[in-house]
């Protein structure tokens, strides 16, 4: 290795730190806590008339994305019995629009219009409205296959009584869902894309109802009722709406990832939750993490004397960038720290210390033959690297897999431990081999003993 490419290494590492440390310290940032450590808003979630245990757990998995995909990570999501679902969310602000999201059962229907009446209409008041009871399962259910009248809202402020057919097409028949800005009524619309199978039966839906009009319904609240101009085989459409930013991307998150199969209590049971474990066990994982710090370092200093510093060094590196990477992910994407977030940092400790060893033990081994540490350190790196890339990859693939099949908190240990194995590698290349490299020009550390040799080489090597 040359002086330009050594320096240009550390050069990078400094740059990340930079890049990484300048919007936290702006911004005044710093981790997010979990459940465990700064406590939430627990939901229960109470199923209504009579379910049985696969739809609770079905209803738990699209509750659980609904609440991935709002990034609030580290959800603790998980059915009760036969007929309830326990939502245990950390530290969020807006309750309310969490509650809509992860309780709106998103119940979307396609139905023709058959009549639509306004006040100065002569069946207008005789017409009676259909009111859903959510509370009713059966009856609420049993809607879908008949003719309902809802109210609808006009532009120009009338209330409309609109009469509508049976369910002809479900929302099933959505593959994704995204909110867009509506250029021609303005606010907001979502835009959707109907699966392979659904776009034949969509298509045979609006040929069947040309110059008619079609109701997207989504519990039992009219969307919009458009005429229908031509038979659409594009296999998208559009939601149109008085909705808000807000409205549209959560009414489109609710509809890309699935209606509920259950209906829920419309008053979920909240509680607002303290933490799980508290100040004092965030602490006391502090306290063992530098504890066992401590340890690992005191362990260098012992076996490999001068280079034991170097470990020091590489070892503050690690603890920067894996606070800086925390503390990004919490303000960016609402990651959480939870306790097992911090043993997997801590358990980290150790993955960093083995690739210092494996490396410094390769060095030590060349200095005993005789060779200067400074002729020692690229051939030793060398050697010690494929070592590093097939320990750590091994745990990553552990930690990855770990991560997909786990739930809650034990992500949290998973991801913690995967990204410390990417930073080991990262920084034993960029750090701590140009680190040696420059202290190797030092005379004090081609001596055998201050490397931890403990008998003088029998030869010297420039």
Known sequence: MKTGRALAYLAIVAVVLLGMYIPIIIGGFSPKLGLDLEGGVSVTLQALGDVSGEQVEKAANIVRNRINALGLAEPVVAAQGNNRILVQIPGIQDTQRVLDIIGSTAQLQFREVLEVLSPESENYESTEVTVPDPNDAEAYQALKDQEIVLEKESPDGEVLKVRMGPTRLTGDIISSADAAVDNEKGGYKINFKLTDDATPLFAALTQELLQKQLAIVLDYNVESFPTVQSAIESGEGVITGDFTREEARD?????????????????????????????????????????????????????????????????????????????????????????????????????????????????????????????????????????????????????????ILAAGSVKGFAFTLGIATILDLFIMYFFTHPLVWFVSRLQTYNKPHFVGVGREAQGSES
């Open 251 to 403: 009414l489109a998150l609710v509809l890309k990832i699935g209606a509920l199969p259950v209906e829920f209590d419309p008053d979920p049971l909240v509680e607002n939750i303290s933490a799980t474990l508290g100040r004092d066990s965030l602490r006391q994982g502090l306290i063992a993490g530098m504890a066992g710090l401590i340890l690992v370092l005191l362990y260098m200093l012992i076996i490999y004397r001068g280079l034991g510093l170097v470990t020091f060094c590489s070892l503050s590196v690690f603890g920067l960038l894996v606070y800086g990477i925390v503390t990004l992910l919490g303000h960016y994407i609402e990651w959480n720290l939870t306790l097992a977030g911090i043993a997997g940092i801590i358990v980290s400790i150790g993955i960093s210390a083995d690739s210092s060893v494996v490396y410094f033990e390769r060095l030590k081994e060349e200095v005993r033959l005789g060779k200067t540490l400074r002729s020692s350190v690229d051939r030793g790196f060398k050697s010690a690297w494929r070592t590093m890339v097939t320990a750590d990859a091994t745990t990553f693939i552990t930690a990855f897999i770990l991560w």
